[in-house]
């Protein structure tokens, strides 16, 4: 029944490129349901499971190990049903008034751990900063391919997320477009700069930490706060105090301090709403743009606390129940040791 | 701990505004879960429990029926917890760099039978098109308040759709706003037909009727299409074949047809998917602008068939695994009698 390709394409109103994948109908968890995640069930991303996934293009590894054998801390391997594929030149078309493309690009998931555990607030902090250091070295070589644009780097977490395994792990979509969240953010911070000359994230930054009231916590180089105009209760972004659009520039510094922020973000969120579903997404600069002074590479994170009634992602009309002043104040006040 | 006012924040960035609705917390559904509507729950909304309901601002009643008792066949209340309310002056302010307003507007229900009964589909059709003449007269009413922009019709079907209640009802909010997914459909259509002179919804229509791989049904005034850029499986939408802007100003006669169409439209979905939890989202122009060249109201269903991981939201990069020929055609061939 499948005959139609695996393609990228884009809807000619607002823009908006769409993955149609037909070969993901294969994949085990299709259909919404509300089951949590078997805790027992086989974990192949398990060490010593291997075997189970695809061959690895990345892992850091004891010294001594072997590629796909025991030894790693954190793994990266081929999305087993890829929304996009590596294979293949880059073949863009028209179709009468629309426009479509080949799925060109890359799939990957991250295996956050070698142990079974299923929350990365869990890990510990060194772990984590593989963990992006990780996302980071994927951009630094997915960049060479002159047919990607754009990473999106994301993470579904528990069955109410989108995750289908139990077991920490986020990916990494790497594509020859620039999704529409992504490209709207570039293009609003755009003009405000060439209206102001300044960049938005900055001034941003800087009325968060003079209001303070939607501040879960600051360290010397990142801001944790609850966005004004939050979509979602608990909304909650993690961006850089020092100007950088491009998330794989990174130094290794920053990523030190990044592991911190995120394992305590992580924590509280945990503590404060009793282990939720959530997602993040790593919002970052295309890869064909030179360092750019409008654009601040972050983290957005959702927890899933409603329901989102599909007319709100039918509208882009978000009603948030819970004030984000609210919310970072709860945040705020919730200790972890 | 609620102390911040309901009210519809802009994000700075990309120009989304959002409902900040704390007084929503009180409601009862707020958490997300998986059970099913309780079918033997009591039902404020079946005739003879008037009084369980707000009381009404518009109902087609039988002649000689009071308001707020029995003899309706639709009935129009305010919600019970509105997103947006309509008493006060507009208030528009910023807030350093952040701009923000009072949630002034009308979040209106729109109960569409008095007796016990889920699913639109299963209405009979005069009923559906009461339903749409509903809306209408709603609009036509609430367009004389000059602090209201835009309204937004639109249905939660099924508790994994976001319906709280399990009697056939539809919801309008009326605010002082346009939503972003409309903003951006007016802006695109607007640049299209800036530089060519065309609708891009004709354009569209006439592409997809001598394409035919996408199309639902056809009649004299309606088109039923699975969009090229499909988001969802089996995302379907109805769109008139006659030029209009504004969906207030539709006749009786479209009324007479769009009710027949939608009901067909609804059963296909429900035999071929079997009674699917879904959204509809009814796009049309904004209330201060006269009739548009280059936009057409429409409205687009979305069957919830695959968990939305959340990234796809917070990326609007969305993986859809049916493609919208697949749909089509498959929609296409259920028989209804």
Redesign the interface.
């Known amino acids: 029944?499948?005959?139609?390709p695996q393609e990228l394409?884009?809807?000619?109103?607002?823009?908006?490129?769409?993955?149609?994948?037909?070969?993901?109908?294969a994949?085990p968890?299709?259909?919404?349901?509300?089951a949590e995640l078997p805790e027992d069930a086989y974990d192949p991303f398990l060490e010593g499971n291997e075997d189970a996934t695809t061959p690895e293009i990345l892992a850091y590894r004891d010294s001594g190990s072997a590629a796909n054998g025991p030894g790693w801390r954190v793994r990266v391997i081929p999305n087993k049903f890829p929304?996009v594929k590596v294979e293949g030149q880059l073949d863009k078309r028209g179709?009468?008034?629309?426009d479509k493309m080949n799925a060109v690009g890359a799939h990957e998931v991250v295996v956050e751990c070698p142990h079974r555990e299923s929350n990365m607030s869990r890990l510990s902090v060194d772990n984590i900063r593989e963990v992006f250091w990780a996302y980071r070295d994927r951009l630094v070589d997915l960049k060479q391919d002159p047919r990607l644009v754009h990473a999106?780097i994301?993470?579904?977490s528990g069955a109410?997320?989108?995750a289908s395994l139990d077991h920490a792990h986020s990916?990494l979509?790497v594509s020859p477009i620039v999704?529409?969240?992504?490209k709207?953010?570039l293009?609003?911070?755009e003009n405000?700069y060439r209206y102001r000359g300044r960049c938005?994230?900055a001034?941003?930054i800087q009325?968060e930490i003079?209001?303070e009231s939607r501040v879960v916590l600051e360290t010397e180089q990142f801001l944790v706060f609850c966005?004004?105009?939050?979509?979602f209760p608990f909304e909650t972004w993690i961006i850089p105090k020092q100007h950088s659009s491009h998330y794989e520039n990174i130094t290794r510094g920053s990523i030190e301090e990044l592991g911190t922020v995120m394992k305590k973000t992580l924590q509280k969120l945990e503590l404060a709403l009793d282990d939720p579903?959530?997602?993040?997404?790593l919002h970052t600069a295309p890869f064909d743009t030179q360092p750019l002074p409008h654009y601040r590479w972050h983290i957005?994170i959702?927890p899933?606390?409603?329901?989102?009634?599909?007319?709100e992602?039918?509208?882009?009309?978000?009603?948030?129940?819970?004030?984000?002043?609210?919310a970072a104040k709860f945040l705020r006040e919730t200790e972890i040791d």
Do not use: H
């Open positions: 029944m499948n005959t139609v394409r884009k809807d000619p109103i607002v823009g908006r490129w769409v993955i149609i994948a037909p070969d993901r109908m994949r968890q299709n259909v919404l349901d509300c929304a179709d009468g008034m629309y999106l994301f993470k579904n109410l997320a989108g990916q979509i999704p529409i969240a992504i709207e953010e293009d609003g911070a405000f938005i994230f001034d941003m009325q003079a209001t966005p004004f105009a939050s979509r579903p959530y997602n993040y997404v957005e959702f899933r606390l409603n329901r989102v009634a599909g007319f992602w039918g509208s882009g009309f978000y009603i948030n129940p819970v004030a984000p002043e609210t």
